[in-house]
């Protein structure tokens, strides 16, 4: 029996119209492909940039700055509800971007290479960068990133669960780049929202209990990892030296000193006496 045209573009049409919106969204919107995104019109700084304009590139490394803090801390892990993080942990792991102090609602790849969103803001899609590694000089993949989003929305902070509630899932579409897809295109921010997301390690969360507090610290991928630490007591990171990002634009002239540690006190007016009495430097 012959196949009329009229019924294979009635069919066509109810298929694409039956299709997810993200897929309809994808072809009749502009793609924009970008190093950075801004929330409004373009970014500061171009692909080319060599360092934020509020730092000294030829700033000298090393040394030990001491920070002052109140309270206490039992754990290392800073994504449960469960004990309380020490101070500076979170800076152990990076984000998919990076967002400069001289300028609003704006980010710039990271972990990410470059960043694909189209004009309505309906999904977004990172490209990770190759050289983005672990501190056991293992790569970051795109499942790290895929675990990271669903890890942290049923098991971290509530606050996790409330931020990222729009964004319907995370999936692999190429060997190096994740796509996020929204359960609509009205929050137009959403794209920058998820590329704060703190890359964790898959490989290593793999038979650890998320919901534990514990004082075991996580693979990271940042400037500084872990030192020293005496609970409740103090807390010091030592700069990375051969880290990856080392060399990239927004990181010239930053993450300078050699140690940076932590002292805890109980009461806030001790904190401010032991900073008079030169025992911490900030």
């Excluded at 469960?82 to 998919?96: F, H, I, M």
């Excluded at 899609?125 to 675990?147: C, M, S, Y």
């Excluded at 609509?184 to 704060?196: G, M, T, Y």
């Excluded at 609970?231 to 927004?250: C, F, N, T």
Aim: net charge neutral; proline share 6%.
């Amino acid at each position: 029996m012959a196949i009329k045209r009229r019924s294979v573009l009635a069919g066509g049409a109810a298929l694409w119209v039956s299709a997810p919106a993200i897929l309809r969204a994808q072809s009749s919107s502009k793609v924009n492909v970008g190093h950075g995104m801004a929330m409004h019109g373009q970014p500061k700084y171009p692909a080319d940039a060599t360092t934020p304009d509020y730092v000294n590139p030829a700033a000298p490394k090393g040394g030990t700055v001491r920070l002052g803090t109140q309270g206490t801390f039992d754990s290392l892990h800073p994504f449960t509800l469960k004990g309380v993080p020490a101070a500076g942990v979170s800076a152990l792991w990076e984000t998919l971007c990076w967002h400069a102090r001289d300028e609003a609602f704006t980010v710039y790849g990271m972990i990410a290479e470059t960043i694909e969103w189209p004009d309505d803001r309906s999904w977004v899609a990172f490209n990770l960068r190759p050289q983005a590694k672990w501190h056991d000089g293992t790569p970051i993949t795109v499942e790290d990133v895929i675990f990271s989003l669903e890890i942290l929305k049923t098991k971290g902070l509530p606050q996790y669960a409330s931020y990222y509630a729009d964004v319907l899932k995370a999936e692999k579409t190429g060997d190096r780049k994740v796509l996020f897809t929204f359960r609509e295109a009205v929050n137009r921010e959403l794209p920058l929202i998820v590329s704060e997301l703190p890359i964790l390690p898959s490989k290593w969360w793999a038979g650890r209990d998320f919901d534990k507090v514990s004082l075991e610290p996580a693979l990271g991928s940042g400037p500084y990892k872990l030192d020293t630490f005496d609970v409740g007591r103090s807390i010091a990171y030592r700069r990375v030296p051969d880290w990856w990002a080392k060399d990239l634009w927004m990181n010239r002239g930053r993450n300078n000193f050699e140690l940076m540690r932590y002292e805890y006190y109980r009461d806030a007016e001790v904190v401010f006496e032991a900073f008079k009495a030169g025992d911490t430097d900030i």
